[in-house]
């Protein structure tokens, strides 16, 4: 899947409000982040709880290029929780960490900006 990060891009065509409810945004906290090693752009491996309704998660992230695995664990990140499973390389991407490019495509995650229970649906 290519995403355009070009903040020129116009909007994409419009979708029904039922449509946008059946993408499960959650959020949930990168427990582990650990290199990807063999992935063609600097990316990391994460671990991220979303509490117990969802469980754990591994999402594969192009996110090197502006976060360490140390600034990660710990963090609260928002992500697509029912994607299906994707393999990405070696690894299985099991949901969709989300984050908006900057003028020179790293990419900074979206994360929410006071703590919320792991779990937490998009509102």
Do not use: W
Not at 11 to 39: C, H, M, Q, W
Not at 42 to 63: A, E
Not at 65 to 72: F, G, I, K, T, V
Not at 97 to 113: K, N, Q
Request: a negative charge.
């Amino acid at each position: 899947m290519h995403l355009d990060h070009d903040a020129s891009t116009p909007p994409a065509d419009n979708i029904a409000f039922e449509d946008f409810l059946k993408v499960d945004i959650r959020v949930g906290t990168v427990i582990e982040a650990s290199v990807y090693e063999g992935a063609r752009k600097p990316s990391y491996k994460l671990v991220i709880d979303f509490g117990p309704g969802v469980g754990t998660r591994k999402s594969i992230g192009q996110v090197a290029a502006l976060y360490s695995c140390e600034d990660l664990v710990g963090k609260q990140v928002a992500a697509v929780v029912n994607f299906p499973p994707r393999q990405i390389g070696k690894a299985m991407s099991e949901c969709l960490t989300l984050g908006f490019g900057d003028e020179e495509a790293r990419i900074t995650l979206f994360s929410p900006d006071k703590r919320v229970p792991d779990g937490a649906r998009l509102a």
